[in-house]
């Protein structure tokens, strides 16, 4: 199978964006993943699904925990800052965050965050699947729109 081909397929596919954090005894971590799945309302679980090479897989495996922040449609550039595999000690320099009750960081503006303990990891090829129990969860606005991603593209809902 021609791999171009399908992401080109797979992009047809809309999906939200969201930042996971971890933090292991050494340092902070933050990615962007549009893989973000509701898997189990009893119990409440989530999957992530991390590239192999992913920085941040690391820190997920030693710390067996991540937060998510769902962005809004203003955070394109906060999307960027975290897909990009180079980042500085202080991922969260310059942007509001709070903790949530794990001590993991949450961006202040987004959507909603989930706070969650890793339960399992999976191969799935180049990636690593994560299903994580969610304990703790808000709303933070209600009032925002998600921040689409779309055929390799950042879009917003229409009104």
Not at 28 to 48: E, F, I
Not at 91 to 108: E, M, T, W
Not at 122 to 145: E, F, S
Request: glycine fraction near 6%; charge should be negative; include cysteine.
């Amino acid at each position: 199978m021609d791999h171009d081909i399908f992401r080109a397929v797979m992009s047809r596919f809309a999906t939200g964006v969201t930042v996971i954090t971890t933090r292991d005894t050494q340092k902070w971590y933050a990615m962007t993943a549009n893989s973000l799945t509701s898997v189990s309302l009893a119990p409440p679980l989530v999957l992530v699904v991390v590239d192999l090479k992913a920085h941040t897989l690391g820190g997920l495996k030693s710390s067996g925990q991540f937060a998510v922040s769902i962005l809004s449609e203003d955070h394109g550039e906060i999307s960027q800052r975290y897909a990009n595999p180079h980042q500085p000690p202080d991922p969260f320099a310059h942007l509001p965050i709070f903790y949530a009750p794990s001590g993991l960081p949450v961006l202040r503006e987004a959507l909603a965050y989930l706070d969650c303990q890793i339960e399992a990891f999976h191969p799935g090829g180049d990636h690593q699947i994560i299903v994580a129990r969610v304990v703790d969860l808000q709303v933070l606005d209600p009032n925002k729109h998600p921040l689409i991603f779309y055929s390799s593209h950042y879009h917003r809902l229409s009104p």
